[in-house]
Each structure stands twice: as C-alpha cells, then as structure tokens.
C-alpha cells in the first residue's frame, strides 16, 4: 500500500473511532452496566471509572468562592435608632474589605440610610453615622479611606414603603455601591 492509500484509509478511519470513542451510555443502560462509588463517578461493567472530578477545589479556592458569594450582599442592616454594625454582618463586610485591600485601586460608595421616623435631618445624620460605622470596619480591616466614599440619604430612598415594623427594617441600611 502506498502512502497516499494509507492516509486516506486513516482519513476514513479517523472519525469513526471519534465517535465510537466518544459514545454515551442512558440511565437505564448505566443501571444495568454498573454502580455509583458514591462520588459522582461511575462505574462500568469492566470495573472502569468514568465520570469527572467534582467538587475536588483547594482550601484556597473553597475561600476565594465563599467571599466571592459573600460579597454579592451588599446591604448591611441596622437596628432601629442604632448605628453599630452587628456582628451577625461581620462575614459579608470581612468579604467586601478582603477584596478591597486585594484591589487597591477599586473605589467603594457606602450610602446611610434611614426609615422615616424621626425628622429628616435626625434621618440624614442618622445615615451618616450608619455609613460611617461600615467604613471604619472596612477601615480596620485595612482598606484605605481613599477607597471610600459616604453619602447619606436619610429616609429619602427607602427600599420598602409599607408602614410596617418590616418595611422600616429594610430602611434601615447602609449599601455597598462598587
């Protein structure tokens, strides 16, 4: 055989064992064929495992995926008349200030708010301290104040505008705006 006749035989060949290399086997065959090993992974009539690693990560990468889905929350709530940040936000705000002091060129707008008891300058001051109060956490944890900016609204942005005890807690917030 020539050369030519061998490559366009392997040409041939070639898709072929693509396909049959890359078959699927249906649940029902699956169950008939063989077991799971409890990780995901399965096994086929010849004691071969197939399957992909799954939830195989680093410590590291485990870390870097909880702050990353901390940091998607980004109000903080405060209790009413209060502005100390309670520690059950200590995770989310440790996220936010861990990314900032890891990208020191990224600029965070932290926004006071109030519900509307009280007269509005009380509220705007009110929202002031609430802002503050994230800032000097984020500020503990090391992220320059250059990074953050305050601005309070007072009660004049509410996220909720029942008249209800839960209406007014929502109001109750400061906000993380990248």
Known sequence: MDLNKLLKAMLVALPIMAISACSSTSESETDAMGSTNGSGSELN???????GIGGMLTPEEQQRQQLEQLRKEHI????????????????????????????????????????????????????ERRAKAVAKYLQGMGVQPSQMSIVSYGEEKPLDFTRTDEGFAKNRRAVLVY
């Open 45 to 51: 009539g010849g004691g071969v495992q197939t399957g």
């Open 76 to 127: 903080i709530y405060f209790d009413f008349d209060r502005s100390e940040v309670q520690t059950e936000y200590a995770a989310v705000l440790e996220a936010h200030g861990t990314y900032l002091v890891e990208h020191p060129s990224v600029r965070v707008l932290i926004e006071g708010h109030a519900d509307e008891r009280g007269t509005p300058e009380y509220n705007i001051a009110l929202g």
